[in-house]
């Protein structure tokens, strides 16, 4: 079967930012993306756990958005736009996807 090179672009961000950033990215041309709950981790400020929380707004949600590759500069721009200002993480990696028209 035939893969076609993509890039998985996975953005970390605190809950509250979440409608800021899907909309920057649906600015940007994006058409797809799955927002996935993070249930806790460690970072600089050291371990972190949603359990126990009220309301969403100390939590984190994870953005993940695959891409063709000659669209990658625009995708980080508008997510850099949100998250340069706040608690956040930006990952990018190589992937291969099956049906390229989707991205």
């Known amino acids: 079967m035939q893969t ?3 890039k998985r672009v ?3 961000i605190e809950s509250v930012m979440e409608g800021r950033l899907t909309a920057a990215l ?3 041309g994006v ?3 799955t927002v996935l ?4 981790g460690s970072g600089r400020s050291g371990q972190w756990s949603r359990e126990g929380q009220v309301s969403r707004a100390g939590g ?4 993940v958005c ?3 590759p000659e669209r990658l500069d625009e995708l980080l721009d508008a997510a850099f736009g949100v998250v340069e200002r706040h608690i956040g ?3 990018v990696t190589d992937c291969e996807v099956l049906r390229a028209e989707r991205f």
Do not use: D, Q, Y
Request: net charge positive.
């Open 31 to 33: 058409t797809g993306f």
């Open 60 to 63: 984190m949600v994870s953005v």
């Open 10 to 12: 996975e953005i970390t």
């Open 66 to 68: 695959i891409i063709r």
């Open 26 to 28: 649906i600015k940007a």
């Open 4 to 6: 076609h090179k993509a």
């Open 37 to 40: 709950p993070v249930l806790g």
């Open 89 to 91: 993480v930006v990952t």
